[in-house]
């Protein structure tokens, strides 16, 4: 009679091991996962993990079982063949709690290819789901990224599908940010699509009324005194989501805005005066802020369209911090990423001498602090070359360059530069390269009454960051 053939025979060692896993053969070790049993191997588990290494080396560990806690049974299973074979399949919905498990147990190959899987696959429409993963692991490369999709996707994703699905807290910490680059509008739309949702999530008949309740602390986040004029009369105003007080304060609110922003481009304007609007004549409200988005412009006098850029002058006599704050508890300021543009560059040198550099890799850094607080957009670079990387205090930056100018790099999100602190610019260039080279750099900038010093163990730094792009 014919023998049956081994089950060795012919595997590779990893389909070996597979199968001593899945039909446990030899085990010496069960691992107690959310109520389940789960049979394995000391010898592989102390290979993969130094974790599971210690545990096993600990005189009062419990050799033969081990609970394995904070994981599904599901999550474990496809952490645990992995282990056993190198092979994972990871997904958009797995990641983050596979990442999770391999953190916790130090599989540092598998972490790399969790973080790597994240940077290649988030996107717009998945973002807000892996956002949610913050709550229970907030892992510094899962937020990074996040917050990157964010900076760089803001519109996309307030239109989504998944930002309706958002917890408050994870929804507060988007649209309360200063930095968020989208118009005011685009938020408030998105807020009402929010409270919708959670109407519905409560089965609550949706109104405008509910919309305001249900919303909670999103609403607050809205800027109604920032909002462009034309759409709050059309939209907001025939909403009933504000009072008719917080209608007349946010129009006079608008009123001045439009004001003290007309008075630096047309002269001789007549401007009508809020002061005739009261919460008692709210109805003649639509009239006032029609009135208002549709003032005729003077022959010859500039509009400028992007008023929020500019320093507020109110010709009423009312100062700039009148204009600024609050409103009805709806905060007044533009917000800072709003103003992409809206930068001052800021030079370090006078002149320069150009040389070549052909296919050669140069890398280079320099160090900076301020004494207080400034935003930065960018940097001016001594480099015009096929590619360049930016590192600003270590993290990698998303950039653009300039059309008219090349050596101005501009990030694609705006940095919050911390007073008092040392902050590092990493560049490195590559291919054909022209560098201007400074004759003569200051090794000290004012910026708005910021100090803004260049320092190396050196001295001053070596001049290839030739400029910062500035605003306050």
């Not at 940097?379 to 930016?390: H, L, P, S």
Request: glycine share 4%; with cysteine.
């Amino acid at each position: 009679m014919a023998h049956s053939k081994p089950w060795q025979s012919g595997k590779p060692i990893l389909q070996c091991i597979e199968h001593m896993l899945v039909n446990k053969v030899a085990t010496d070790v069960t691992l107690l996962v959310d109520g389940s049993k789960v049979e394995a191997h000391k010898f592989i588990l102390t290979s993969r993990s130094p974790v599971f290494q210690a545990n096993f080396d600990s005189p009062v560990s419990d050799q033969g079982e081990i609970r394995i806690k904070d994981v599904s049974k599901e999550t474990f299973d496809i952490f645990l063949r992995y282990l056993y074979t190198d092979n994972i399949e990871l997904d958009i919905d797995n990641v983050a709690d596979i990442l999770k498990v391999a953190d916790k147990y130090l599989v540092d190959i598998l972490i790399k290819k969790c973080h790597d899987f994240i940077e290649d696959n988030l996107n717009p429409d998945n973002v807000c789901r892996m956002q949610e993963r913050w709550h229970d692991f907030p892992n510094d490369k899962l937020v990074s990224e996040c917050r990157r999709i964010w900076d760089e996707s803001a519109c996309d994703i307030l239109n989504s599908e998944g930002f309706r699905d958002l917890c408050d807290d994870c929804a507060y910490n988007f649209i309360s940010s200063d930095l968020i680059p989208v118009d005011e509008h685009l938020i408030f739309e998105a807020v009402i699509r929010w409270a919708d949702a959670e109407c519905r999530r409560q089965d609550i008949e949706i109104t405008d009324a509910s919309r305001r309740k249900h919303s909670g602390k999103l609403f607050s986040c809205i800027r109604f005194p920032i909002m462009d004029a034309e759409y709050f009369c059309n939209t907001v105003f025939n909403m009933s989501v504000l009072s008719n007080d917080e209608l007349v304060e946010i129009h006079r609110h608008i009123h001045k805005r439009k004001s003290s922003d007309r008075c630096q481009s047309r002269k001789g304007q007549k401007t009508l005066k809020p002061s005739t609007v009261t919460a008692s004549g709210v109805h003649g409200l639509f009239n006032f802020a029609t009135a208002l988005t549709t003032q005729p412009v003077s022959p010859g006098a500039e509009c400028k369209q992007d008023f929020h850029f500019f320093p507020l002058s109110p010709e009423d006599g009312t100062t700039n911090n009148s204009l600024n704050h609050e409103v009805c508890a709806f905060n007044c300021n533009y917000r800072v990423a709003y103003r992409k543009g809206a930068y001052e560059s800021v030079i370090r040198y006078k002149m320069a001498r150009g040389m070549r550099v052909t296919n050669q890799i140069i890398s280079t850094s320099e160090h900076f602090s301020c004494s207080s607080s400034v935003y930065l957009h960018g940097i001016m670079t001594a480099f015009k070359c096929e590619k360049i990387n930016v590192k600003f205090n270590g993290e990698d930056m998303r950039i653009q360059r300039e059309e008219n100018d090349s050596n101005n790099i501009r990030f694609r999100r705006i940095v919050t530069v911390e007073p008092h602190k040392e902050n590092v610019i990493c560049i490195e260039v590559k291919g054909q390269t022209d560098v201007f080279k400074p004759t003569s750099i200051v090794s000290q900038l004012s910026y708005k009454e910021v100090i803004i010093n260049f320092t190396d163990k050196n001295g001053p730094g070596n001049g290839f960051v030739t400029g910062l792009l500035l605003s306050k």
